[in-house]
């Protein structure tokens, strides 16, 4: 388990991934996918091996889709609380 791995996806996760209502023309999956690499390149330039983020987070994709996801409702609830 590489502590500093999750550590680094759960900071780089909550500071770049914002709720996000509308997709560009190449759709949800592509916007994922290159999040994903970019999220490998910045752990690269930190000093994290891509392997260490892959051994936590097998499917990288996926975990930015949840991240997407859970930001995108958490702004619903916000803006649903706020016009009330």
């Given at each position: 388990m590489s502590e500093r791995a999750i550590s680094f996806v759960e900071a780089w996760?909550?500071?770049?991934?914002?709720?996000?209502?509308?997709?560009?023309?190449?759709?949800?999956?592509?916007?994922?996918?290159y999040l994903a690499e970019q999220l490998i390149l910045d752990a690269g330039s930190a000093g994290i091996a891509?392997?260490?983020?892959?051994?936590?987070?097998?499917?990288?994709?996926?975990?930015?889709?949840e991240a997407m996801e859970a930001a995108s409702d958490a702004e619903a609830k916000r803006l649903t609380l706020e016009e009330d």
């Open positions: 996760l909550s500071e770049r991934i914002q709720p996000d209502v509308f997709h560009n023309e190449e759709g949800p999956a592509e916007r994922n996918k891509p392997h260490e983020i892959e051994e936590e987070y097998p499917d990288l994709t996926s975990t930015v889709a």
